[in-house]
């Protein structure tokens, strides 16, 4: 097994402004949290996924000089970035695939892909993924598992288009099994009090979860008023933050019981060797 890391680990220093592409990627090399490293294309280019030539090269060169292997890029398909609408089909593909060419051109072998983007989106990515040599790995989330639509509709088209185009990639949220101590304390200090971190028997909340994924984004962030068609989510309410707590613990404790099946069935779509 080789280890890496993501920049997304550095989202803080990212948000102050305090580190740059280069001083992000020599700290990887020289804290030896290679030697795979995976990019959020958003995070690290102002442009992307329009990159010049100049940052193409700056970004191999320091790969090579840091003993890096770039491993996946983080890509994103805006679902809800319009207020009245969700992207169409070919709006999403049109989104998706000027980055699987910065994969490409940047040398990463993966495009790492959150959940939630329609099988028919993939399947119609795949031509361009195959010509770039490039592999659609999509995230498994929290409490999704091997049988879960949007999990077996992506099973299903590599299997039946016969690609290594498409695949599955497998988030660490599904391995946890309590509320990270991190998360309750930060909860704390945004203003919530203990009692309302550890309410776990909330009967009402905003943040029930009854229907697609996506749908949670829908319920606790209704989108405010806008005139240019952007969706602004509103601050959550800390007074909301122990039935997010019940949620988070409610679906890993369901990950955590189901340990014991089986993965074998699913193996080869992951794009990491086992």
Known sequence: MRLGTTTF???????????????MLGRVGREGLGPGVELVGYQAWREFPRLTRDEVLTFRRLADRHDLEPTALGGYA?????VDRLMTTDEAIAF?????EAARSLGFPIVRLHAGIPADVL???VPAAEAGGVTLAT??????????????????????LDTSAIALVLDTSV????????????????????DQVEEHDATVSPWVFTGPRNELYLIEHPASRSTDGVRRPRPVDSCGLGAVAQLVERNNRTVEARGSIPLSSTRTSLPFPS
């Open 78 to 82: 805006d679902l809800m970035r319009r």
């Open 96 to 100: 998706l695939i000027p980055q699987i």
């Open 9 to 23: 680990s550095f989202t803080n220093e990212w948000l102050a402004g305090s580190v740059s592409l280069a001083q």
């Open 175 to 194: 391995s946890m099994n309590a509320v990270p101590g991190a998360f309750r304390d930060a909860a704390v200090r945004a203003g919530a009090t203990p």
């Open 139 to 160: 995230e498994i989330q929290g409490g999704q598992t091997p049988d879960s639509a949007a999990v077996s509709s992506i099973l299903e088209l590599r299997e039946r």
């Open 123 to 125: 399947e119609r990515l």
